[in-house]
């Protein structure tokens, strides 16, 4: 690992003593602390809990892009299946009585809402 600017010791320290951020971010700076201060990647997996090509990539990582690293990159996930135009179309439809929508009930269930919101799309 690159040896640490004061600023970044600092800022790690304050991380670790702090405890108050993300798990991610503390355990993170633990690794890198821990790397700082001799500790092999063996070492430091224990230490952590963590598995030791974990702690390679957060090492690697930090060279590469300094403190940035300590935020997590999450995936995007699943692509969101209605558009920006269905979803306004459901809420419109939910929050108007059904009565008014010639259905033979006063309240929406969600049963009842999505069956409709089929039938309307079969259309």
């Not at 090492?59 to 699943?78: K, S, T």
């Not at 299946?81 to 179309?89: C, G, R, Y």
């Amino acid at each position: 690992m690159r040896r640490l600017t004061d600023q970044e010791g600092q800022k790690l320290q304050q991380i670790v003593r702090r405890g108050s951020t993300s798990s991610v971010r503390y355990r993170r700076a633990m690794m890198l602390l821990a790397s700082a201060g001799g500790n092999r990647v063996p070492v430091i997996a224990q230490l952590v809990q963590a598995d030791e090509d974990t702690v390679r990539d957060v090492i690697h990582r930090f060279n590469e892009m300094g403190l940035a690293c300590l935020d997590p990159r999450w995936a995007g996930g699943r692509p969101r299946l209605l558009s920006p135009d269905d979803e306004d179309f459901v809420v419109a439809t939910a929050t108007i009585r059904p009565t008014k929508l010639g259905q033979p009930f006063t309240r929406w269930s969600i049963r009842k809402l999505a069956a409709y919101l089929r039938k309307c799309t079969a259309v």
